[in-house]
């Protein structure tokens, strides 16, 4: 007869089944709670048009700013996922920076223009509210594993670097502080829908990012609150340090993707 297997192994292979049961569990929960997550952002984005749609039909300016300023947010918080969709993105989000040459400013952006240069959005916003369902109709089909979220919340925080930090994304309100919480924002909740699955597989690169966020969270934080100061009221100094723990934060969250690629064969989007 052979040899029994030492008690010891036995524990050993059983428990390693268990935490591999449990990590799949947690990678499928991530999954399932970004999804969720990216719903309850369209949704969000699609009442914020249509209450910049009404306060710039009405003419008011004032409340149609503030109107714009959380669409705008709302985007911010989706916009990596629509981005996979570059006709729809460059509709609906309308940054000039991400258009072909000689297309027209539309959506957002356009809203942003005509209310701060103008006055007058209410054909503009009326657009944009018209193409919200449809935003909402693509978001409502993603579906990322862990690898795919954490990229996505790096490509938000590119996103922060590229266009916010360097002052394109509010080329009319100059109110990019907006944007800067809104991408800190976005790449969070990547990262919070990832961590229970990151703190078992990959505690110590878990552990990293959440180090880097808290201070990220105090450099967006001497930005001052979010639509109250113009770019130029801030000091070159507050953006560099912004940009600077932004970058340390994308290469930890990258250290974690690579760390959970194990569970990820990449996304889907509609």
């Not at 969720?36 to 039909?57: E, I, K, M, P």
């Not at 829908?193 to 878990?206: D, E, F, I």
């Amino acid at each position: 007869m052979g040899s029994a297997a030492p008690a010891g192994a036995s524990t050993t292979t059983h428990g390693s089944r268990q935490t591999a049961a449990i990590e799949r569990n947690l990678a499928t929960s991530a999954t399932e709670d970004y999804e969720l997550a990216t719903r309850l952002a369209a949704g969000t984005l699609d009442t914020d048009t249509q209450a910049l749609a009404a306060a710039a039909a009405t003419g008011d300016t004032a409340v149609a700013e503030e109107d714009e300023l959380a669409a705008q947010s709302a985007y911010d918080a989706v916009g990596q996922a629509l981005d996979e969709n570059r006709a729809e993105a460059e509709t609906f989000d309308g940054l000039a920076a991400d258009t072909p040459p000689g297309t027209p400013l539309s959506g957002l952006h356009l809203v942003e223009r005509d209310l701060w240069d103008g006055g007058n959005a209410e054909q503009a916003a009326a657009a944009v509210e018209a193409a919200a369902p449809m935003v909402a109709l693509i978001l409502s089909r993603v579906r990322l594993e862990p690898t795919a979220i954490v990229t996505a919340g790096v490509n938000a925080l590119g996103w922060v670097d590229d266009e916010v930090v360097t002052g394109n994304e509010e080329a009319y309100s100059h109110l990019d502080t907006v944007d800067a919480v809104a991408g800190v924002a976005a790449a969070r909740t990547a990262f919070a829908m990832v961590a229970p699955l990151g703190r078992l597989a990959a505690p110590g690169a878990t552990r990293a990012v959440v180090e880097q966020f808290a201070r990220l969270a105090a450099r967006v934080n001497a930005l001052g609150p979010p639509g109250t100061r113009v770019d130029t009221e801030i000091g070159q100094s507050s953006w560099l340090a912004l940009a600077q723990q932004v970058d340390a934060t994308a290469a930890a969250l990258s250290i974690l993707g690579g760390d959970l690629a194990h569970f990820s064969a990449g996304g889907t989007y509609g």
